[in-house]
């Protein structure tokens, strides 16, 4: 299992809303990724974990609130959204860079969301 | 910071041609890779070739290859016999040093790349 799924694939949400994203990985990486990729952008970093720990957090704002559960899933939750905040959010995973260097990311399709 | 610039927002090119992407990056580090992803419609990031700074040998995949030019900051992606599937947004990436075992990744602006069968 070389994939990395993302559920759900569209996510319509009001600003009042709670919602979360998930992602979940089987191939025992140790460091996932949250990515928010604009329309026609390039997608920006926004949480890092290493080790189901919360290692890079990109000054992202609190109404976007990470969650690593276990070493093979990741959330993220989503609370008083803004119509800006619409984007797709990618997942990624990759090995741990301790000793080996040259490993890939391997990113999800996205949630494709839509603040309201 | 690191920055990657993608100076072509757009190329086409006939199915079977050869087409080649541009792309420069800033850093003032030694140690460093360079990628290029690419994106099709269904919206996955999928790695199509990547560059360790301190190989002097430009990396290629297949059909894909780059030309890296590290004194100039300069890392091209140059793809053989297009292929109506290589179409797609192609992104441009940096990363410099792991931070606690993770990658950083830098992206360029990308350029949309069209192949006209």
């Known amino acids: 299992d070389t994939e990395v799924t993302q559920t759900p694939k569209h996510l319509v949400m009001g600003m009042t809303n709670k919602k979360s994203l998930k992602c979940e990985q089987h191939?025992?990486?140790?460091?996932m990724y949250w990515y928010k990729q604009k329309a026609k952008k390039p997608p920006e970093l926004m949480f890092v974990?290493?080790?189901?720990?919360?290692?890079i957090n990109e000054s992202v704002p609190s109404r976007f609130s990470p969650e690593c559960p276990n070493s093979s899933l990741l959330n993220l939750h989503l609370h008083a959204l803004q119509p800006e905040d619409s984007a797709l959010y990618l997942c990624?995973?990759?090995?741990?860079?301790?000793?080996?260097?040259?490993?890939?990311?391997?990113f999800g399709s996205g949630t494709q969301l839509s603040v309201l | 910071a690191q920055t990657v610039t993608q100076s072509q927002p757009e190329m086409s090119v006939q199915e079977a041609e050869t087409v080649t992407l541009s792309c420069t990056y800033d850093?003032?580090?030694?140690?460093?890779?360079l990628f290029w992803y690419k994106q099709p419609p269904s919206r996955q990031m999928i790695l199509v070739i990547r560059?360790?700074?301190?190989?002097?040998q430009n990396a290629t995949e297949n059909r894909f290859s780059v030309n890296f030019q590290k004194a100039a900051k300069s890392f091209s992606l140059k793809i053989s016999d297009s292929q109506l599937g290589d179409a797609a947004m192609y992104f441009c990436?940096?990363?410099?040093?792991?931070?606690?075992?993770?990658?950083?990744?830098?992206f360029g602006q990308g350029t949309r790349l069209t192949i006209n069968p």
């Open positions: 191939m025992g990486h140790r460091a």
């Open positions: 560059q360790e700074a301190y190989k002097q």
């Open positions: 990624a995973s990759s090995p741990l860079l301790r000793q080996r260097r040259e490993e890939k990311l391997f």
């Open positions: 850093t003032s580090e030694s140690d460093y890779y």
């Open positions: 990436a940096y990363r410099s040093v792991p931070i606690q075992g993770a990658q950083k990744l830098v």
């Open positions: 974990y290493s080790y189901e720990k919360l290692s």
